[in-house]
């Protein structure tokens, strides 16, 4: 089991960047695939970007392509989310989530364990 705790949400205004951290308890960090996710009000969570084991392969949603990038460093069992060139559109509260399979997964319901998410707000 693993637990997920994240951090670095907040406000920042259109056009700047955040960094979002995902740390992960345990020993075990390095054999979890894992996904970042957000959910606006009234939507349905929504797959951001997903890396691998190993941090080679990654993975992105068109919506945030080349303005999110997702990395990782398994030695300080964290996960994090860059995300520049933020718009008013990506305001949600933003979630880590690990999955013991090697694909990176676009279906929250394939990830076994989340945190409780970060808000992250984008004003006009």
């Known amino acids: 089991q693993v637990q997920l705790v994240e951090s670095g949400g907040g406000l920042v205004q259109a056009g700047g960047s955040l960094r979002l951290s995902c740390a992960a308890s345990?020993?075990?960090?390095?054999?979890?695939?894992m996904g970042w996710f957000r959910q606006a009000p009234g939507k349905e969570r929504e797959f951001l970007a997903g890396?691998?084991?190993?941090?080679?392969?990654?993975g992105y949603a068109d919506s945030v392509k080349g303005r999110f990038t997702i990395f990782r460093d398994n030695a300080k069992n964290t996960v994090y989310l860059q995300m520049n060139s933020l718009k008013p559109e990506d305001t949600a509260v933003y979630y880590c989530?690990?999955?013991?399979?090697?694909?990176?997964?676009?279906?929250?319901?394939?990830?076994?364990?989340w945190g409780q998410g970060t808000q992250v707000t984008v004003s006009s």
């Open positions: 989530a690990a999955t013991p399979g090697s694909m990176i997964l676009r279906t929250p319901r394939r990830y076994d364990y």
């Open positions: 345990g020993h075990t960090f390095s054999t979890y695939t």
């Open positions: 890396i691998n084991k190993s941090g080679i392969s990654t």
